[in-house]
Antibody, heavy 123, light 107 residues
């Protein structure tokens, strides 16, 4: 059974940093691209970032480009999101999601999702 | 970036009704369009991938159609468990944008 478990969320002041983690199990992690998707309270889904199976292809939403960094450790079956210079508008539930392909934007879909970790940016 | 626009933003329907939700892309995305269902407090669930392929385990009352820029999600006979918010998402290019969502409520 595929499992994705996010951690690392919490309350952080504007301008500070936070690192999210996603522990994956139940599938061959390095066969698939992975993504972060967020959802602000009461709002819709926003794709944040994605990374190909071998970290060779990475992309970000314009709203986080230059502030967030996605990475993965295939030996540890883990996905990460380093979030710097956090803003109030980054407050959201952050989901880790598994692609059905090994790279992004390759006609894949987000077949499995974690339950999310909540990030609150406030002073 | 490719913009995805869903309509309507919300709708009210009764159990047994047929429902259609549309999703329009700002440029052609071939058939690289996915549909997700999200219930309150839960993670999204994949319903339809590649515009018209039903994800395993999803009831056959759900169907998808379209290609290019215009896509439709159809629920043939609404069931109580279908009241939720539905999102389209393109996987043609990054950023892999979502539509703003369509909330299906009980009439």
């Amino acid at each position: 059974e595929v499992q994705l478990v996010e951690s690392g969320g919490g309350l952080v002041q504007p301008g500070r940093s936070l690192r999210l983690s996603c522990a994956a199990s139940g599938f061959t992690f390095d066969d698939y691209a992975m993504h972060w998707v967020r959802q602000a309270p009461g709002k819709g889904l926003e794709w944040v970032s994605g990374i190909s199976w071998n970290s060779g292809s990475i992309d970000y939403a314009d709203s986080v480009k230059g502030r967030f960094t996605i990475s993965r450790d295939n030996a540890k079956n883990s996905l990460y999101l380093q979030m710097n210079s956090l803003r109030g508008e980054d407050t959201a539930l952050y989901y880790c999601a598994k692609d059905t392909r090994d790279r992004m934007a390759a006609a894949g879909s987000l077949q499995h999702w974690g339950q999310g970790t909540l990030v609150t940016v406030s002073s | 970036d490719i913009q995805m626009t869903q309509s309507p933003s919300s709708l009210s329907a009764s159990v047994g009704d047929g429902v259609t939700i549309t999703c329009r892309a700002s440029q052609s995305i071939s058939s690289y369009l996915n549909w997700y269902q999200q219930k309150p407090g839960k993670a999204p669930k994949l319903l339809i991938y590649a515009a018209s392929s039903l994800q395993s385990g999803v009831p056959s009352r759900f169907s998808g159609s379209g290609s290019g820029t215009d896509f439709i999600l159809t629920i043939s006979s609404l069931q109580p468990e279908d009241f939720a918010t539905y999102y389209c998402q393109q996987s043609h290019s990054t950023p892999q944008t979502f539509g703003q969502g369509t909330k299906v409520e009980i009439k």
